[in-house]
């Protein structure tokens, strides 16, 4: 072996040492008593605290539970809107911080898969104990829908009668372009702690959600997170690549639900997802609608479709949405025209 491969084994060796840093689990605190919600906590299997945020119907016991997985950097208060509507409903909804995120420990480090999607198991059998008669949906907003889509796909998935995705994040290596995938593997496994934040002019231009009353409001929330860690980073990258590769295991009865407005997770990688959902799959592609379809100007619509897919999936959808189009250049023909000013058009 010459010179040049030497440095060049021993260099990659070197990063490869370097592994993205992940959450550890601890021996549970001392006088564990197991598994619990307590107040506005979730105590999961190994005795965290996780945040939680619950939504129930004025009376009686609820035909539906939803427990709720929220995106990246967000947490469970991402459903705050929706569950209220819920509610009125009849249905309840569940929601917890998942591990780093929110109230929840090691705020801003990346949690293993398996430690979240155990958590899951775990809130869902919470739930099923203290609502014994309702059915149970698992919920899933961006990162939120990568991690449930993992989650329903593995050997021992969560017991839940219905799956709702919106906008999952199914963006992974496969579908990054090149110096995506170069410069976040090197900063991973070298800087990981470096704290990543999009530049001023990408953030005007990606609008998450046409509810800028909602946006500010989030933009003024302390638990919200701006910016992360480039290993936290590379582990959501990660679980998009598992996730986009998993839909077509997916068993459970599933709605996907899309804007094509959305700016963060890309149609191509969304096409690619839907085409492998098994044909029972029931997806809607909103016109109107962005990335955060729960909280965006013509949210109700997207409520009342979960709502009638909960009771009904195989019913209308109340909006009539169609499809998601299994072909890019479909969906961006949905995409509305901006108004000509001019000429009032």
């Known amino acids: 072996m010459n010179r040049r491969s030497l440095i060049l084994a021993a260099s990659a060796a070197t990063l490869s040492a370097c592994a993205p840093m992940t959450q550890r689990l601890d021996l549970g605190p001392l006088g564990f008593r197991g598994p619990r919600f307590e107040g506005e906590d979730f105590v999961s299997f190994d005795g965290a605290r996780l945040g939680l945020r619950t939504w129930l119907p004025a009376s009686g016991e609820p035909e539906w539970v939803i427990v709720g997985l929220h995106g990246m950097n967000d947490y469970s208060n991402s459903y705050h809107m929706a569950a209220d509507w819920w509610a009125g409903q009849g249905i309840a909804t569940y929601a917890f911080d998942v591990r780093g995120f929110g109230r929840s420990p090691d705020r801003g480090v990346w949690a293993p898969v398996g430690v979240v999607i155990e958590d899951v198991r775990t809130c869902v059998t919470l739930v099923r104990e203290r609502h014994p008669t309702a059915k149970i ?103 998009m690549e598992q996730a986009s590769r998993a839909t077509g295991r997916l068993s459970v009865p ?92």
């Open 137 to 239: 949906a698992l919920a899933g907003i961006s990162m939120g829908g990568g991690l449930a889509i993992v989650a329903m796909t593995d050997p021992d998935p969560p017991k839940v009668d219905r799956l709702l995705l919106f906008a999952p994040a199914v963006w992974g290596w496969s579908q990054q372009p090149l110096p995506n995938r170069t410069s976040l593997w090197l900063t991973a496994h070298t800087v990981g702690s470096l704290v990543v934040e999009p530049p001023d002019w990408l953030v005007r231009q990606v609008m998450p959600s046409d509810n800028l009353d909602e946006l500010r409001r989030m933009g003024r929330d302390p638990l919200m997170i701006w910016g992360a860690r480039s290993d936290t980073i590379y582990g959501l990258v990660s679980l």
């Open 254 to 345: 599933t709605g996907y639900f899309y804007g094509v407005n959305d700016h963060i997770i890309p149609k191509p990688a969304t096409v690619e997802a839907v085409r492998q959902l098994k044909p029972s799959a029931r997806t809607a592609c909103y016109a109107q609608g962005f990335h955060l379809l729960l909280v965006d100007r013509q949210a109700q619509v997207v409520w009342r479709d979960v709502e009638r897919f909960l009771r009904a999936p195989e019913a209308p959808l109340p909006s009539g949405a169609p499809a998601i189009p299994l072909d890019v250049r479909a969906m961006e023909a949905m995409v509305p025209k901006p108004r000509d000013a001019a000429s009032g058009l």
